[in-house]
């Protein structure tokens, strides 16, 4: 068991650009997580997934914001047309859900720093 | 609907000193609660956490935190504080497993330790 892992761990970027966000849960989890941290902020809930299926979107997941989980493995985050406003911490978390489970917790991983400039 | 506040956005303590960090929740079902810190430029990593087994809870690095139903808190607690313990520390609380599981945070207590 490796971790969750994310990459890039650093992005600067143009405005307008597009950008593309990886995130490797761990292995056996079926939920996979977004958030978004801002400077100073607690992380707000973007979207999550359990196996492939998108089962949720935050209203802060605009309409440049897509996200995937193809088989239910790896995801990826991508942002396009990228906004000033969009300068942020990426984290990605992982956990093993199940129903009536009493542990929901979440495995987070180092994150991705978006500059966009 | 879930909620976390957090009180105070920095706390300051000298180190062997007592650490309290207050969070206070909402919830409108059994709240499944954490405690994570963050280091800078780094992901979140788990402190503790309160799944109704047990009131008070011990986790990693000395922290404890006791969950008060009456009092809808959460708060953590270290008796002697270190200065690698100065960073910044999330309260969350879980919404159900039917509901997701996603986790909402309070706005974070940034803690300085110190010497």
């Known amino acids: 068991d490796t971790g969750v892992s994310q990459d890039p761990r650093h992005k600067i970027t143009k405005r307008g650009q597009n950008v593309t966000f990886r995130c490797d849960p761990i292995?056996?989890?079926?939920?996979l997580y977004w958030y978004r941290q801002t400077l100073g902020q607690g992380p707000e809930f973007l979207t999550y997934f359990q196996n492939e299926a998108q089962l949720e979107k935050s209203r802060l997941l605009s309409d440049r914001f897509s996200a995937e989980r193809p088989k239910g493995s790896f995801s990826t985050l991508e942002i396009q047309r990228t906004e000033q406003g969009d300068s942020a911490m990426y984290l990605c978390?992982?956990?093993?859900?199940?129903?009536?489970?009493?542990?929901?917790?979440?495995?987070f991983g180092p994150g991705t720093r978006l500059t966009v400039t | 609907a879930q909620s976390v506040t957090q009180l105070g956005s920095h706390v300051s303590v000298s180190e062997g000193a007592l650490v309290l960090l207050r969070c206070n929740y909402s919830s409108s079902v059994p709240p499944y609660l954490f405690w994570y810190v963050q280091y800078p430029n780094q992901g979140l990593q788990l402190l503790l956490k309160y799944t109704s087994a047990a009131t008070l809870v011990k986790g990693i690095n000395g922290f404890e935190a006791e969950f008060k139903k009456s009092e809808t808190s959460f708060h953590l607690t270290k008796p002697s504080a270190h200065m690698s313990d100065a960073a910044e520390y999330f309260c969350a609380v879980s919404l159900p497993y039917n509901q997701g599981g996603k986790l909402i945070f309070g706005q974070g207590t940034e803690l300085s330790v110190k010497p």
């Open positions: 292995s056996e989890h079926n939920r």
């Open positions: 978390a992982s956990s093993l859900a199940a129903p009536f489970a009493t542990d929901l917790e979440q495995y």
